[in-house]
């Protein structure tokens, strides 16, 4: 039997080592993210998406030789991506029944504290009091925004729907509505600012809640599959405090755990 000279030999054995990663890294996933600082938000300098959601998730994925590709685009429209498998993976995404349809959601990293706010013009923060007062004006919300039940189930609210925080600080400030629900007030008050309008105030009542803080994975992805070996990294990093960990090098407080609970003020 012919022997196959040395040279070919190595040649082959570095051809392997030189196309290893590319096999062990087959793995592609392709999710989106969004301006919710300080947990998550696109860097205008460097173009990349940052912060310790965009972190944890890497990490996720590193540990089962898989990368991801990332992208910025608002929340509406990565969530009807989302939905129909062209994204795989969405972070911090509000789990409701409603999107049990469409998506399933990873273990929680952890619980978060929200204060969901109503911005109205200065001088009528006494207009909102009570959760019935909402039923009075006109309010102003982002579409596809899980906000909290009571609200999101509420027909009898005139909703105002906006496509993004741009939209909704101009219909705020047009009058289109005479108050805006906000998850995240940050986003907001920097559109607020950027736009040079600064006639606003929040009104007495707001809704405190604890919300999971998840991951959600399209049921049309082809990667839907690895769900249960994903979802139980997830769980060791929380365990292992490697969350804790992450949030921390971000000078953030980390999720809390236990069981969430609602209350008004």
């Not at 207009?127 to 019935?132: E, H, L, R, S, T």
């Not at 047009?174 to 008050?189: M, N, Q, S, T, Y």
């Not at 600064?198 to 599959?225: D, E, I, M, W």
């Not at 060791?236 to 953030?252: A, D, E, F, P, R």
Request: proline share 4%; charged share 25%; aromatic share 12%.
């Amino acid at each position: 039997m012919l022997q196959k000279p040395i040279h070919v030999i190595l040649f082959i054995i570095i051809q392997l080592f030189i196309f290893q990663p590319v096999f062990a890294k087959n793995l592609i996933f392709k999710a989106d993210c969004r301006n919710r600082p300080p947990e998550m938000f696109y860097n205008e300098q460097t173009k990349k998406c940052t912060g310790p959601l965009i972190d944890i998730l890497d990490e996720v994925l590193h540990q089962i030789d898989a990368v991801i590709e990332w992208d910025r685009r608002p929340f509406q429209k990565s969530y009807s991506l989302l939905k129909r498998g062209e994204i795989d993976i969405l972070p911090r995404v509000i789990k409701n029944k409603k999107r049990l349809n469409d998506v399933k959601f990873f273990s929680s990293i952890g619980f978060q504290t929200k204060s969901i706010v109503f911005a109205v013009k200065k001088g009528h923060e006494q207009d909102i009091q009570v959760f019935d007062d909402l039923l009075k004006y006109r309010i102003g919300a982002k579409r596809g925004t899980s906000y909290f039940e009571k609200f999101n189930d509420t027909s009898a609210i005139y909703k105002i729907f906006a496509i993004d925080d741009s939209d909704l600080c101009r219909k705020f400030i047009g009058g289109r509505c005479h108050a805006v629900i906000l998850l995240d007030i940050k986003p907001f008050e920097k559109m607020m600012k950027a736009m040079n309008f600064t006639h606003f105030s929040y009104a007495k009542y707001r809704h405190v809640q604890q919300y999971g803080n998840h991951y959600a994975v399209s049921l049309q992805s082809k990667h839907v599959k690895l769900f249960d070996q994903i979802d139980q990294i997830i769980k060791n990093m929380v365990h292992s405090g490697k969350i804790k960990t992450i949030y921390m090098k971000y000078h953030l407080k980390p999720p809390l755990t236990g069981k969430p609970m609602a209350k008004d003020n």
